[in-house]
């Protein structure tokens, strides 16, 4: 055997490494850095830049004209006795408790329905999906279309029963549902998707042993299928939560806040605040206190589920 071959096969850790080899393995590791520079380059520039800068500004009182004086934590401690903060706080609460368990049993429901082998079933997970690319204009435009109180066809069929009509979104108490139930429409196919995936993963083994065994279809559900979905039942929660935290396309296109801010929530105080008030200081707080409750709110959700060991991370 030569010394060259006694190289190749000698193992990993008694190879030697020749300066030349060195220097080919940094070149490899250049280039690399080289073609994903840019892009690294762009994604910092987009996030870790307007971060940076809305913490400043969060310090700061300006109106975006004036020369901004830095005030430190003042804007914090407005917040905290900031009625209409609150108010938007617990209309997005309200949301965010409607839509995402409806969202995770409408998506575990759709996906189990289309986890069959029929006839069309391509087009029905393709007519699903549709209302998900929809953009939240037409959404808006729909939900006021279905439930006007005056022409909406939601009352229209009411009426042609014989059952009282309602204020649906100019109702305080009935607008924030309505808001829910319309993004459920479009973000159903989400999670439809996710759950789809996961029950073609379930192994068929467990099905048929399952089977053998006699179980019925509702036990091999719960007892097999069910535990095979808690990582993506934990995720997609975690996700559409982070969602619904941060609505305000769906509320601007519709109510604007309205009716006597009944569905004004967290970013649509924001909006308010840094584009029609010109408190970017203030509106940049706003910003950054809903980043802490996201972030708390997927940290506790994900150690949660760590210790039931249904982890999705």
Do not use: C
Request: hydrophobic content about 50%; cysteine-free.
């Amino acid at each position: 055997m030569t010394i060259r071959e006694r190289r190749r096969n000698a193992p990993a850790g008694t190879r030697s490494t020749r300066p030349g080899s060195r220097i080919a393995r940094l070149k490899d590791d250049l280039g690399g850095w080289l073609f994903v520079a840019p892009a690294t380059i762009l994604v910092l520039g987009l996030s870790v830049f307007p971060a940076v800068w809305a913490f400043l500004l969060s310090l700061q009182e300006w109106d975006g004209f004036s020369e901004p004086e830095f005030i430190g934590g003042g804007n914090y401690s407005e917040l905290l006795t900031d009625e209409d903060f609150f108010a938007a706080a617990q209309h997005t609460g309200l949301y965010t408790a409607l839509f995402v368990p409806m969202s995770v049993l409408a998506g575990l429901f759709l996906a189990v329905a289309l986890n069959r082998k029929i006839r069309f079933i391509g087009l029905y997970r393709t007519a699903i999906f549709v209302p998900f690319v929809a953009s939240a204009a037409a959404t808006g435009i729909l939900s006021t279309y279905l439930f006007s109180p005056q022409y909406g066809l939601v009352n229209n069929v009411l009426r042609s029963l014989g059952l009282p009509t309602q204020g649906w979104l100019e109702d305080q108490a009935q607008a924030m549902l309505v808001i829910a139930i319309m993004s459920l429409w479009g973000q159903a196919a989400f999670t439809t998707v996710l759950y789809l995936a996961a029950l073609q993963d379930v192994p068929a083994e467990l099905m048929e042993a399952a089977t053998l065994d006699g179980a019925s279809r509702w036990q091999r559900f719960w007892q097999v299928v069910w535990p095979q979905l808690a990582p993506v039942t934990v995720f997609t929660a975690i996700w559409q939560t982070i969602g619904a935290i941060q609505l305000f396309d769906l509320v601007y296109t519709t109510t604007r806040g309205g009716p006597l801010d009944a569905t004004k929530t967290i970013v649509y105080y924001l909006w308010e605040k840094a584009f029609r008030s010109l408190e970017f200081g203030y509106g940049s707080a706003v910003a950054y206190v809903l980043f802490g409750l996201t972030l708390l709110v997927t940290i506790g959700v994900v150690v949660y589920s760590r210790r039931r060991g249904t982890e999705a991370f």
